[in-house]
C-alpha cells in the first residue's frame, strides 16, 4: 500500500515539476566500470539533489560515486520525479525523488559517473 501511494504521489507531483537543472545521486562505496550510462532500470525510488554538494556528502569518505542526470533526463516519457525538499524534515538536502521503473527501461538517456 505504501509503494503504490508513494509512487502515486510522485506521479501527481512530476505534473507540476519545473525547471531545467542537472540532478546528483552520491553513493558510497559504488563504482562503476563506464563514465557514462545511457540505459536504465530504477528497481527502486531514486534519491537525488539538485545541490551537487549533498551528493557528494552522499558518497561518504571511503569513496563511491555521484551520478549526474541532465536536465533533459527529467523531461523523458514515463520519468515520473518531484521536490520533496518542501515536506522533507531535511530541507537542506535539496531533494528530488525519482519513482521506480514500472516495466520498461529509460532508453536513451544520459547519465554521467563522476568519481
Known sequence: WFDYCLYLGICRL???????????????????????????????????????????????????????????????FGVRCCDVSWISKFAYECEVLFARSLDYSYQGFKCEVIE
Open 14 to 76: 512530476s505534473e507540476r515539476e519545473k525547471g531545467s537543472f542537472s540532478v546528483y545521486s552520491g553513493l558510497g562505496k559504488v563504482h562503476l566500470p563506464k563514465k557514462s550510462v545511457e540505459n536504465g532500470y530504477f528497481v527502486t525510488y531514486i534519491s537525488t539533489s539538485w545541490d551537487k554538494k549533498v551528493s557528494e556528502h552522499f558518497m561518504g569518505d571511503d569513496g563511491g560515486m555521484m551520478i549526474q542526470f541532465d536536465a533533459k533526463f527529467k523531461e523523458e
